[in-house]
């Protein structure tokens, strides 16, 4: 069974918009860890975000923001006044709290965003 | 900081040829892994090496694939008799392993074509 999904394969969005990109995951642990990556077309993968399991509020950094809704084992990516540089495909991933660090990644969202 | 070195960022074998893909982490990084990416198959799992040690080899090929980490600068991943379908994106990356900096940073990976 797929432990990180990602439904959307690509969304369209006009930039200057704010955008969310899905994610739902599947773990038996307590504590986990999870983290968005965005691979550029050049392809590569960038480290954008992330949020641990055991923390409540949503991280924010720059103009990523996540909604964290553990009861619905839910990581939303949201992306506020999207630029065309945002145009990429975002991976959502998850490490499971054992002592092994693999992580499971998604199937990626293509976002285009259009001038 | 220099980021996770690859080397070579392209290489073309013919089939039953062996490749050797090299992988530098960042400084300091006790945790390197080795990840695949294909169209088909998404960003798999391989391998990774904690303070040198393999942790998880679970996604290594039984055959053929071998990886190696000599010393805390440089990781390989060696594959022998190459065949078509292991043409992929190999992925590197390292991370701190405490706390919440086990964030894994990817370097660019080596686009291995096998004909």
């Known amino acids: 069974a797929q432990k990180v999904t990602q439904t959307q394969t690509s969304i369209s969005v006009m930039e200057k918009t704010t955008v969310t990109m899905d994610c739902v995951y599947e773990?038996?642990?307590?504590?986990?860890?999870l983290f968005w990556y965005k691979q550029t077309a050049s392809g590569e993968i960038v480290f954008l975000i992330r949020?641990?399991?055991?923390?409540?509020e949503n991280a924010t950094v720059g103009h990523y923001s996540l909604n964290f809704q553990k009861p619905k084992s839910s990581i939303g990516l949201i992306i506020t006044a999207t630029q065309i540089e945002d145009s990429a495909v975002y991976f959502c991933?998850?490490?499971?709290?054992?002592?092994?660090?693999?992580?499971?990644f998604g199937d990626g969202t293509q976002l285009v965003v259009k001038p | 900081n220099a980021g996770v070195i690859q080397t070579p960022r392209h290489k073309v074998t013919g089939k039953g040829q062996e490749a050797t893909l090299w992988c530098e982490p960042i400084?300091?990084?006790?945790?390197v892994f080795w990840y695949r990416q294909t169209i088909v198959q998404g960003l798999e799992f391989l391998t990774y090496?904690?303070?040198?040690?393999?942790?998880?080899d679970s996604g290594m090929p039984k055959e053929r694939f071998s990886a190696q980490m000599p010393n805390q600068s440089h990781s390989t991943l060696k594959i022998q008799s190459t065949q078509p379908q292991d043409s992929a994106v190999y992925l590197c990356?390292?991370?701190?392993?405490?706390?919440?900096?086990?964030?894994?940073?990817f370097g660019p990976g080596t686009r291995l074509l096998v004909l």
């Open positions: 990356a390292s991370s701190w392993d405490w706390g919440d900096q086990d964030t894994q940073y």
């Open positions: 773990t038996q642990d307590s504590s986990y860890f």
């Open positions: 949020q641990d399991s055991y923390k409540k």
């Open positions: 991933a998850m490490r499971e709290g054992d002592n092994n660090n693999r992580i499971f």
């Open positions: 400084s300091g990084h006790s945790a």
């Open positions: 090496f904690r303070n040198q040690a393999p942790i998880d």
